[in-house]
């Protein structure tokens, strides 16, 4: 067991598994953080966020290193003959929200037009 009387385990976990974690290794140890972290839900992606709007095309979706990159056409606000417009390169991020308890959503950076 720990040396330590201050160092108490979270609440949550119990004093049984506490004992069992303390006795393994490093090595088991980051095992078992890394088995642990595949059992968690895990947050929605962009791709499980993103859906076109009315009027839009969603055309390439990539998915990059903390961002994912989006081109699609989109309507402006009058509805001319000439929607949709673009095609518009984004770059777009999951959002939380956990102060305010929404859910999260899509944070939208507009890069410009593509050619
Ligand atoms: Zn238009």
Known sequence: ?????DNRPDSSLSDDLAERL?????SELRAVISHA?????????????????PGE???????RDGYTKVVKRQPCAQGCE?????PYLYHVR?????EDGEGPSLHWQFLGPVR
């Open 22 to 26: 303390s006795d393994l290794t490093e």
């Open 94 to 98: 999951v959002e939380k929200h956990p």
């Open 1 to 5: 067991m720990s040396q330590n009387p």
């Open 82 to 86: 000439e929607c949709p417009h673009g």
């Open 37 to 53: 972290e595949s059992l968690l839900p895990r947050p929605p992606t962009v791709a499980d966020l993103l859906e076109a709007r």
């Open 57 to 63: 095309e969603i055309l390439d979706v990539e998915e």
